[in-house]
Structures are given as C-alpha cells and as structure tokens.
C-alpha cells in the first residue's frame, strides 16, 4: 500500500546492498553501515522502500532521500577515526573521534518528554525536522520477518517450559490476528511445538497464510477447526488453523461449550481501534464504510467488542488456560469499556520473557555482508557446535533454514544470552579471519532485549521494583556501546509502543576478521546483554543476581557479585 | 534550610574533597571524579550537603549515603580500562571497556516521556529508585555562585552589545528579587557596566547581597533609589541598589511617572506562585500565614500581581525599554491570568544568549585539584594571554578574581567558544605537564550550553526551524563526547526548568599532563561545542553556518560548510 500523499516517495528508486568482497568505503566497518543501511530499504526487506518506510507504521531508514544520498556519501568517504552523526535520520556532522570509537552514532525521534506525543512528532515530522525510527528500521539492523518468527517462537517455548514441562506437545493456542506480525503466530506455535487456532475475519490473510506456509489449514467453523486440532493432538502433532471468524464471537463460544484451549493470546490490532479491530456483527465491507462516515462509531463498537473478547480471554484464564497480552493493548482497551479486571491476565514480557531478559537472553543477530547463504549456514553450523545443549535453539535454526526465506542479505536470529553473545561473535570473527566465511558478518540486536528498553506497557511492564519508567538503563546501555567501540549506536524514543512510551538503544558491531574487532567484540558483545542483566538484578530479579553471579559481573550494590 | 524530613539526611557526614598531590585512586582520572563528587558536597559548594542536596530544589550528587560510600569504594578500585556506571545516582555496575573510554558514565532522572513529571518522580524517589541530578549536581561538576553571576554577566554584556553598542555606561536595569540566583543580578550588572535597581521585598535578603558586596546600596522609596542610580549614571559610573519594595507595585509605578529604564527583567520565584511570589499589599508574614490555611487563595493572588507586573514590562517594553523573560517563567504565570500577550517580550535565551550558543560560546569551567587558588591565577593569565582581544572577558576575569571567594575546590568559569576551549584546555593540560600548575586540572561546563540541551521553554526556546523540543541533540552530544573519549559524560532530564521540559547532557575531561589526555582534550573539547554551532546551523541560524565554514567544521547537509 504505498501511497501517493508522502512527498518523500520516490518511485525511480530501488536500492539493495551490494554483495561480494569487493567495498566502495574506506574499511569494512563503514562497508558494513552501507550495506545495512541499503538493506533495509531492499523491496524485499522493506514495507515502503520507496518512501524510505522500513516496517512498523512509518518505521524509516533516512529522513528524506537527500539525506540517504549524503549518508552514502559520507560512508564512503569517512575514516577509520571519524563518525558520523545521524539526527533522525539525516547525516548532520562528522567529527574526529579515534579507532576504536563507533564510526556512527544516531539518535532518532527524541522528543523532550512534555512534547513527545504523536501531535508534535507528526508536526515536525510533516516539515521534514524529523523522522520516526521505529527500533532497527532508523538503526540499519531490520532483517525481514525473521524477526518476528524468532521472537514468536522463543514466548511459545517459554510457555511450554513454564506450563508444560518443556514439551508442548498435543497442547493448543487460541489466538487471533493473522496480520503482518500476528501471521508470525501459527508458524512459531508449530515450531515450538502447539498447535494453532488463529481467529481471522479477512479471508485474504488466511490464504496468504497458507500460501507461504506460516498457517497449515484453512476452516469456515469452529467445529471443523476443533476437529482439525484434536486430531493432529491426538497423534502428538502439531499443526495450524486459520478460522475465519470474528475474534469476539469465537473466544466467548469456546467460554460457552466448555472448552479451555492451553494457552490463550490475540493479535488483533486492537491497539488502533478505528483501523485495526472489526466490531461483532460488522462485515469487512461495512466497517471501511463506516470508517469513512463515522470513526467515533467503529470506535464505540470495536471496543466494545475488545470488551467482549477480553471478559472471554479472562474466563478462559480462570478455566485454567495461559493467558496472556501479546503487546497489542487489548487489555487496556477493554480497561476503557468497563472490564476492570482486564489486567488480571498478563502482558507476554512479564510472563514470559522477563526470565529470559535476567539471563541477558534476546534477539542477538548476524548477517551475512558476502551475500551468500553458505556463509549464514556455516555459522548457524558453529552455534549448534558452541552451543551443543539446547534443542529449542537447534530446532530453531532447522525450522529457520527449511521454512524462512532470506529477505536482502542473508541473516540469522537467534535468541542467546550473557554467556553466548561474545562467545559466538568472537567465533564468527575467526571464521572471517581464517576464510571460512567469504566476508565479515554485521552483528547486531533488536532494541526489543534485555538491557536496551524501558518501555512500562510491553519491556519493562510490572518490574518488581516499580522501576518500569526509568530510562537511564536503555541510555547507559548506548553509552557503554559507545564505551567499548561498537560499530553503530543509537538511541530512540517512541518505538514499538509510539511516541511518549518507549525509550531503546541500538547496538551493531561488525566481524571484520581482524584481532582489533575481536577486542572490540569481546568488550561489547559482553557489556551490552551484562547490562540486562545488571538492571534485572538491580530490579530485585533473583534469576538475574544469581547469573550475574555465576558470570562474575561486577555489580557494586548487589552483595556476592561484585566481583571482587 | 536543611529538614530532618529526608530520610537520607546524615548529620555525622562532612565531606571536603583531598587537596594537593597525593593519589588513593589508580590514576588522576578516578583520582579527579572522586573529588569532584566529593567537592560538590562541601558545605561551602553545596545547600544541603548533608542530604547530599547539592543545588537547585533537590539536585544531588549521589542517591543516598551508602551509595555515595560506594562509589568512592569503586572509584579509588577502578582501573584505567574500566568504566563506572551510575544510575541516578547509584552505581550499578563496572565494565571493561579501554583506556580511551570515559571512567564513568552517568544516567540521572531519566524517565520514558509519558511518566515523565514530578508526580512519578516523587514516588520513585522516595522509594529511593532515583534521584534528581539537576544538571551539574548529579554530574559532579557544580562549582558554587561564580556561575549564576557569569551567567548573569555574560546575558547582560550581551545586552549592552545588542541595544547599546557595546557599552552599558549611563544605563541601568529594572529587575525583581535577591534570592538564591537572583541576588547575582546586581554584581553581574555593575560587573557589566550596567546600573541596577533591584525590587525585593524581603529586607534581610537585602541585607544579605549589602554585607556580601553583591548589592552596594538600600533604598526604602522608589525616589530615593532614583536618585541614587541617576548620580550614578550622571558620573558615569556603575552602581546597584536593592530597593524594598514589591516589583508588582513598583514597576507600574515607574510606566505611571513615565521613566523608562534600558533594560527591564525579573528573578522572583514567579515560576512557584505558592512560595516565590509575593501578592501586591501583602506582608511577609500574611503571606506565611496565609500558605499555611488556604494555598489556593495565595495562588490566586500571586499570580494575579504577576500580571500586573507583567502588563508593565509590556508597558515598559513600549516605552523603548529591552524587556527579557529570565527564565522564572512569570510570562506564562500572567498568560493564565489573562494577559493575552505575555509573550510579547522574550526569554532570555533566544533574545541574547542564543547568538552565543551559535558560536558554541558558552559556560565552560575548570578545578584546580590541587586546592591551590595560585593554579587558578595561574591560569587566569594563561587565559588573558591567549585570548588578548576581549575586553568584557578579561574584565570578568579581574572582577570574578577580586568579588568572587572560591567556594571548595578552587575553580574558574568563563564563558568562550569553538575557537577557544580546546586550545585553552591544551594549554592548561601543558601548565600541568611542565609543572607550572601544581596538579591536574578538571574541564567541564554547566549543562545549559550551546549543543547540550534541549529546553523548549528555555534553552531552545523559539528556535528559528520549530525544532525546540527535539532532543536528538544533547543525547548525540553525549555519545560524541563519550567517543572522544571524555572523563566522565552524563545523561540527564528535567534539569532547570523541571521533570519533563528538558533534556540535557554533561561533559568533564582531565587535564592530567599526558600527552594522552591531551588527545583526548583535543578531540572531547573541540567536539562539544562544535555540536552546539552544528545544532544551530541545522536550525538555519546564519551566525552559526559562518562559525562552522570558520571553524572548518564538517557538516555534510550545510552548503559550503562540509569541510571536503
Ligand atoms: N510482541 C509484541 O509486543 C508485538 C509485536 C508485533 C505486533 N504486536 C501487536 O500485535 C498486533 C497485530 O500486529 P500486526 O502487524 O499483525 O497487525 P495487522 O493490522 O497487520 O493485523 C491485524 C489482523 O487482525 C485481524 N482482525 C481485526 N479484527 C479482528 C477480529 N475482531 N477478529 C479476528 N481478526 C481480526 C485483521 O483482519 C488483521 O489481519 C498489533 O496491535 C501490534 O502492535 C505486538
Ligand atoms: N537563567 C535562568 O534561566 C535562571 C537561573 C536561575 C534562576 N532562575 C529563575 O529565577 C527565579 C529566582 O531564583 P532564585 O533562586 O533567586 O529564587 P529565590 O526564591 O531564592 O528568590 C526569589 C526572591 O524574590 C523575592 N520576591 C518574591 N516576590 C516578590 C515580589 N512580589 N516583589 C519583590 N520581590 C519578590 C523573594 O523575597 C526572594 O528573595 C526562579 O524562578 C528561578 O527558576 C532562572
């Protein structure tokens, strides 16, 4: 859907990164910056290239392309000992700095907190005095769908460890949303084991679905559907359904015959009621008529029907399914409409990924700078041999290789930890200095981790401390990148949950093969997940004291693990 | 006024930094954040020391005690490859990182926009999950008065090159209030050659500024101060009077008789109508009373005198007067009151200041760590020497010299730019090799400075592009500093004017006499205010393009100044 009314479209442009070993730039450092930058925009990464749209909304690359223009340039031209400022994506300054300083340093969509509202930004945005940077689209470290998949998958496995003994099988998700993110679920649900029911009311989603093989059927009714997963439970498989159906009549049916799916969620846009949530009743057709001719109402009635769904999300909940919030503010919504209860289930971070985060476990990545897939296959070989003992993680790369497509240079996800992170670059870093890989390999993460966000409705939601606001962690995180000579850094406002209610860091360093990357690697793949820990463990998360613990963390305040 | 309300109050503790040349830390760098943490809790530098309340409301130094016992723990540990980590003022953590890396790195007050006011702050603080860095509080670098009264002078200079052709001789200033800051008015006036007529309606604040010699005459009637500034001005000579009085009465009183001063301004506490106003027919002690039994009525009455006196410096400002907001935010106070075009006249910043901030002109200061005053003098003339064309800074070097006493570790501030911080600071770090000075000198500034904030209702007020409240910039400043490897940078929010309404970033490097430290002063000090003169250059302000194709700054999106 790429519109016209954005003065930043530029139909003669498409861009992708250049492959192979041969760099315009001054190092492989400022090759990589490039690369990524370019990538991002790559149609087949990218939602809007065209408009310098990456994913998320109005997620961007560059400001304008004027700016993208003279981001290239100066990428081409700067030294090993300068970097390069990026203010909302336009290339502002370069200044003298030394070898082992960033060679970028970007800050996007900061806004100070009494005008960081989506009025303001849109404001500026409009006169072209900003962009929003979403987390890895402003960053240059967005890899495509992959993501999502990952981050899917790792919440499904935490939810079979926490309820079901490490196995989900013959166990079953009721979800809804088949959408550009929520289309993620039945494919991770069966990676990680469950099947899958995923409520959709656009039949178009569902077939798309079925098309790239993220959904495994297609069902009219609830009752084909049940029938559908009980058999593939019966004989401990897992398997997939997309039921087309309104969400808010499907979950309180299942309240009503008495059935309790294992694990409950919804992805649904119910975050944007206007747009993103059809109303019971309503068919597809009148809800973009009366889109046109009366928002207040499709507001009044889709939340009215998040209202429904939600009082049905709880019941389940109390029938004894997992229930919980995946990040689209359902919840609060429902809030709004009179379920004062509605936060009684949880948000995904506190259920699911927090145990993860104190361990300094998220999304670590890497992508191959050659261009070529062998080079990610030989690394995703090493990790299985670093990492010899965790199946969730082995099946992962199976399932990533046989069933995701490369989307612009081929990249890797993986969800590691503390104890992985440095260890696995460093070993990349050889791979590149002995041959084995073809050319160096960009590392990097989403802000979405474990040091590198506060975010009180998603990341940082009901830390145990009260701390969910404060915002000095995500910003000593870009510091002590900045500290140990990551490649690029940044800093964002207003990612994944929009303007006013996030504050994340970003953090690539690349592989060049070299013994100085390696120092620099060691250091800063190290500090950045020790810093998730740190600020768990400050939080009073015993998970995370004892890891600091266990990993000889130097944590002043924290008694036993010092240290020294 | 120290209150046994806190709980963090600790009568026991006197802290005073170490003077001379002894070391406990590893190296001067660790050496010199210790005193400086240390110096800003002196009782001769700080309120209330024993709170550990260093200045402005409730700016501290540390969290609470056994965080500040810790950090000194930490500091005199830390080794030259190892980085400190403070969160608001507790110090979370310590990480390799290299010896070209700042030591410490500091987050303070930082809070996720939507969360960001005093409400959600409180509540964290008193559960002591943070602290209010203020700006040069939290970030060790506060040095006493000398820099509200260089402030002051360097505004009211700026003022006499802007109306007067450069020369105050025979004019005076109409101002309100001798507290806390305000009571530098009269010194930086006369210091400026202005004569200064100052309401105050508190008789011992008076008394106070007479007896500190930062007020040279009491006048009781309006007549009597007249006449008193008009022999002064008759003679051509400089002369300040502290007149008792209410500001609300006065100034209509001189619209009423049709004088006209050159300059009028405020500094009573106008930005807090509850404690800082005095109502127009009110004494003191009504006022006392009056808080005590019915704070919305003193609200009322407050504020409705501020728009008296605003309706007369309007008036004055008709009348030929330069009128200027001084940041107590008395403007808005009279525009909720009712006064249509409070806004009529200026903030200070945009009016005088920010012409400065163009050139990165701004608030840089330095220690003498050995506690010798001669290393100060020392440097004073070092300062004269190299920068022999300015009349008004040598002046204040005179007059900083013989008015102001040092207050804890001898310190200067002066207010210099892009061309000259980083050739004094190199000089200075010279002195220390060849011994000239007897130890290591610390380098920093305020956080109110040209490329380090952003204020919408201060510092950046009415920016030429609308871009006032984007903070990419103090946070960009504070990754540059960091890569420049600086001693110590910090991150702070709500400095000056409150939770939510700035962000703000600090910088400290030590000149320690390496020919090491001097690469970094090269690089740290000339990149500081560099961003400040790209910051406004991005903004379109000419005086700012010129300073950065002068200067030879890169700037890659403006015209000729790209330095390739
Ligand atoms: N982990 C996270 O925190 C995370 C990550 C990504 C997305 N999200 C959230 O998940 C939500 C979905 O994201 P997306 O990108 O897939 O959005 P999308 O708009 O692309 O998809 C939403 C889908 O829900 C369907 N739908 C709407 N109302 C329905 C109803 N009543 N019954 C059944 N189906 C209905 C729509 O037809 C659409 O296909 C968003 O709120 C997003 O913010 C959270
Ligand atoms: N440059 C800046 O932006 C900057 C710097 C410092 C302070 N300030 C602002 O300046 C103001 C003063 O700061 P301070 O620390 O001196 O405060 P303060 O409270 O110590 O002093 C205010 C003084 O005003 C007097 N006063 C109150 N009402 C009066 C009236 N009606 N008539 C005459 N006198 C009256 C009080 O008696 C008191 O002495 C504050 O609003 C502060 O925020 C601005």
Redo the contacts with the bound molecule.
Sequence with gaps: MTTNIDPRLDTSRVIRADRGTEITAKSWLTEAAKRMLMNNLDPEVAEHPQSLVVYGGIGRAARNWECYDKIIEVLNRLENDETLMVQSGKPVGVFKTHENAPRVLIANSNLVPNWANWEHFNELDKKCLMMYGQMTAGSWIYIGSQG?VQ??YE?FVAMANQHFGGSAKGKWVLT????????AQPLAATMAGFSALV????ET?IDFRINTRYVDKKAKTLDEALIIINEANAKGEAISVGLL??????FPELVKRGITPDVVT???????PL??????GWT?EHAAQMRLKDEAAVVKA?KQ??AV?VQAMLDLQKMGAATTD?????RQMALEEGVTNAFDFPG??PAYVRPLFCEGIGPFRWVALSGDPEDIYKTDAKVKELIPDNPHLHNWLDMARERIAFQGLPARICWVGLKDRARLALAFNEMVKTGELSAPVVIGRDH?DSGSVASPN?ETESMLDGSDAVSDWPLLNALLSTSGGATWVSIHHGG??GMGFSQHSGVVIVADGTDDAAKRIGRVLWNDPATGVMRHADAGYDLAVDCAKKQGLDLPMIDGANGK
């Design positions: 999502i981050g899917t919440t809804g949303g088949l959408g550009g993110m929520g289309g409520v959709e009311c656009d989603r159906g309104n969400a808010a009549d499907v919804d992805q649904t846009s119910a975050h944007d747009n993103g949530y059809l109303p019971q597809m889709a029907s998040m769904q995946y990040g689209n503010n359902i995904f971070v979405l998603r994944g949950v």
